[in-house]
């Protein structure tokens, strides 16, 4: 049985641990709040976008861009998007599963490659002995449009200089901040969303003037609209990350608050114990000098 300062002991380092889990979870919910903001606003821009390429697209016949040409897919490279810091419960584990999940379910005579984003997803792929590309280390330190259209760039001349035939965005969608879901879709070729529904019925029978031209617009648009879609992969994360974060932190603070009314009922046990146990030594040295 461990002793009354062994006990002592133990209950000041959880209530130690408590006291930073319940830091953590205050952090993280101040930076969640940010993030959210951010990926909410940003989620309106990246449909309406791919929904005019969809549009422009639908209107016109004879125009085309590289990067909405597929051809057959023989080597394909995933950017895996995790985070540089773990204690974030599933958040990173997932991601991670369903990359390595697709590598082993993949045609073997399908090539695969990795560009990482995220030191955690580094360290584990590493492990696993997929082959990266290349890591952006610290990308979250500078995260910013440009950074992003800088990383998608990098991934559409690989695309575009036939060095790979199919890029494909892992990483958790922010549904809320105890929900996180994990993707994995297609960046290149680029895919444009069906038009649905009575609305789409009635954009497609309407025209526009487009200047300088109908091709020279979808050449701008659909560059930006992948540069788009990498930088809210990566909004996304970082709201997941935070909300995952958070919800590990409050778990934490709250199995520590249970662990520390164990060790309380444990500590006063031990020392009822002891008492009685002394009690007894005294009455029965009492006893025995009569």
């Not at 791919?50 to 023989?74: C, K, N, T, W």
């Not at 584990?93 to 073997?108: K, L, S």
């Not at 709201?239 to 520390?260: K, L, P, V």
Request: no cysteine; proline share 3%; charged share 30%.
């Amino acid at each position: 049985m461990a002793s009354l300062r062994d006990i002592r002991k133990r209950i000041r380092s959880v209530k130690s641990t408590q006291k930073i889990t319940k830091a953590m979870k205050m952090v993280s919910a101040a930076k969640l709040r940010r993030a959210q903001n951010a990926i909410v606003a940003a989620r309106p821009y990246a449909r309406a976008l791919d929904q005019m390429i969809a549009d422009l697209v639908s209107r016109s016949e004879g125009i085309s861009h590289p990067l909405l040409s597929s051809r057959p897919v023989r080597r394909v490279e995933i950017l895996a998007i995790t985070s540089d810091r773990g204690l974030a419960g599933g958040f990173n584990a997932n991601v991670i599963r369903r990359v390595a999940r697709f590598a082993y379910e993949r045609d073997r005579s399908t090539s695969l490659r990795l560009t990482t984003v995220g030191r955690k997803g580094l360290d584990a792929f590493r492990r696993r002995h997929l082959e990266i590309r290349k890591d952006h280390a610290g990308f979250f330190n500078r995260l910013s449009y440009e950074s992003a259209r800088e990383l998608a760039e990098e991934l559409t001349v690989e695309f575009l200089e036939d060095r790979v035939d199919q890029v494909l965005l892992a990483y958790n969608e922010f549904v809320s901040a105890i929900t996180q879901r994990v993707v994995l879709t297609p960046l290149l070729p680029f895919e444009r969303p069906e038009a649905e529904g009575q609305a789409a019925g009635l954009r497609s029978l309407i025209d526009f003037e487009y200047e300088p031209s109908k091709q020279a617009v979808l050449d701008r648009l659909v560059p930006q609209a992948v540069a788009t879609r990498v930088y809210r992969a990566l909004l996304e994360s970082v709201a997941s990350e935070h909300g995952a974060r958070m919800s590990a932190m409050e778990n934490a603070t709250n199995n520590a608050e249970d662990a520390i009314s164990r060790l309380t009922l444990n500590y006063n046990r031990t020392r009822q114990a002891a008492i009685t146990k002394e009690l007894m030594e005294i009455v029965s040295g009492a006893e025995a000098l009569k």
